[in-house]
């Protein structure tokens, strides 16, 4: 027993002559940046905040896709919105507690509302603007199909949120560059690279076809064989020229007395009315013949000289 105390005791005058190192104290890790554009809702109310100050528009899908412009109130009010405090905005009733896509757009440049107006008193033309119609089952690129029109291509932050059914969030989905709006240009939360892969000095000779030579290196003695070139079949011979056919035509033959085929007969001709009959003279506006009595005949010859 008084090995083993001894030994203990030696022990631990070894471990009190050599001082503990001390502790390396390691800096916090920096905290993230925050999104540029973070939007969210509550009962009754729709919170967009933002990094750095610029031009807010927000906008909304609700659960049957129908497209609202919640801020601004109209196309022609004032887009300005601060950074650092939350900018709330109203929600209408019907779109309270109900499936819903947001997305906050912000942009250092006013936006351009005029695809987008046009309705009495300048409202929101929800009637006729193709961009405000109902989209069919993808409400993230219908607005940034928006955000596109109205940035006039200029560079943009959004952020946007979605709502399930039971009020809770579900994933927002990612976005699809357009290909067909070559100068937008949008961002949003950054994705993390791949990584590269790691070069090697190895090399796969399973396929290579290889002559005096070893895989990997040259040993000065190479020969190639040359791969014999494909033979392409000769084009196909035009068709033969269709052969004449023979299509006869219809030569009309007038025959004296007759008729053609095709000629609409001419009505009869009414034959003239006759003539009153005569009124026992010659012409009727003739003279009339006055004979003279026996006394004019006397007193005519008796003044004869």
């Known amino acids: 027993m008084i090995p083993s105390l001894a030994v203990m005791v030696g022990l631990l005058v070894q471990t009190a002559g050599k001082p503990l190192p001390a502790r390396v104290t390691r800096a916090p890790a920096p905290a993230p940046a925050p999104a540029p554009v973070r939007v969210w809702r509550t009962d009754s109310i729709a919170y967009v905040a933002l990094r750095e100050p610029g031009h807010l ?110 009020g809770a969030v579900a994933a927002l989905g990612v976005p699809v560059q357009p290909d067909v709006c070559l100068s937008c240009v949008r961002h949003a939360t950054p994705v993390a690279a791949a990584p590269t892969a790691v070069a090697t000095n190895s090399v796969d000779c399973s396929n290579a076809s290889l002559t005096n030579s070893f895989c990997g290196m040259n040993s000065g003695s190479v020969s190639i064989t040359s791969v014999p070139q494909a033979a392409y079949q000769p084009p196909p011979p035009p068709p033969p020229a269709p052969a004449a056919v023979y299509v006869p035509y219809y030569l009309p033959v007038f025959v004296h007395g007759g008729r053609a085929r095709f000629e609409r007969p ?30 004019q005949l006397r007193s005519l010859i008796g003044r004869r000289p």
């Open 266 to 295: 001419f009505p009869p001709v009414a034959p003239p009315p006759p003539a009153p009959p005569s009124m026992g003279v010659a012409y009727p506006i003739a003279p009339r013949l006055v004979v003279p009595s026996s006394s």
């Open 57 to 166: 528009v927000l906008l909304n899908v609700d659960a049957i896709g129908r497209i609202t412009v919640l801020f601004p109130f109209g196309p022609y009010d004032s887009t300005g919105v601060d950074a650092g405090v939350p900018f709330a905005v109203p929600i209408p009733p019907e779109a309270q507690g109900n499936p819903a896509t947001l997305v906050a757009v912000r942009s250092r440049w006013p936006f351009d509302f005029a695809a987008l107006r046009g309705g009495a008193g300048g409202t929101w033309n929800y009637q006729d603007a193709w961009l405000l119609q109902p989209t069919a089952g993808d409400p993230l690129g219908a607005l940034l199909d928006i955000a596109d029109r109205v940035t006039d291509g200029r560079p943009y932050d959004y952020g946007g949120v979605k709502y399930s059914r039971d």
